[in-house]
């Protein structure tokens, strides 16, 4: 009554391995994956065209049909003008804050040339100036009225 499909069948559905049991196999089993509209391919074929008959509108109806038409192209066509653009002002904000940058950084690399050079030039007079000053010993201010009593 219960042969080896059975066995294969109970395999698939748990798949446990039991001790003693040398056909079962455990088997890691992911969930089918449902397709996304950029995976799919659709081609045309006639037979998949929709057949219903065309619905018989009212002059009046299918005005207000046309007219809805148009209008949504021409949202349609002002929204694209928009986000254009809109990528173009973000594009020349992009490129003026990126001229900012560099502008800064050219900057701070100027100021810390100019900073090195001064201290460069201000090195000498200042080692000869501290050969001139008397020595004072290095203490805390409580060491020092202690060694003058």
């Known amino acids: 009554m219960y042969g080896t499909g059975s066995a294969l069948l109970t395999q698939q559905v748990f798949p446990v391995k039991i001790a003693g049991d040398t056909n079962s196999q455990i088997v890691k089993t992911q969930p089918p994956r449902r397709p996304t509209?950029?995976?799919?391919?659709?081609?045309?074929?006639?037979?998949?065209?929709?057949?219903?008959?065309?619905?018989?509108?009212?002059?009046k109806a299918q005005q207000r049909r046309d007219r809805n038409?148009?209008?949504?192209?021409?949202?349609?066509?002002?929204?694209?003008?928009?986000?254009?653009?809109?990528?173009q002002q973000y594009e020349h904000y992009r490129v003026q804050h990126e001229a900012n940058l560099e502008q800064q950084i050219r900057l701070s690399l100027y100021y810390v040339r100019f900073l090195q050079h001064a201290m460069a030039s201000?090195?000498?007079?200042?080692?000869?100036?501290?050969?001139?000053?008397?020595?004072?010993?290095?203490?805390?201010?409580?060491?020092?009225?202690?060694?003058?009593?």
């Open 122 to 149: 201000t090195r000498a007079p200042l080692t000869d100036t501290h050969q001139k000053l008397p020595q004072t010993p290095q203490c805390w201010p409580q060491q020092a009225t202690a060694t003058k009593r």
């Open 37 to 59: 509209p950029t995976t799919v391919t659709t081609t045309y074929h006639a037979n998949m065209v929709r057949s219903h008959a065309p619905r018989l509108r009212s002059p």
């Open 69 to 87: 038409t148009l209008a949504c192209l021409l949202s349609r066509r002002a929204r694209q003008a928009n986000q254009a653009a809109m990528e």
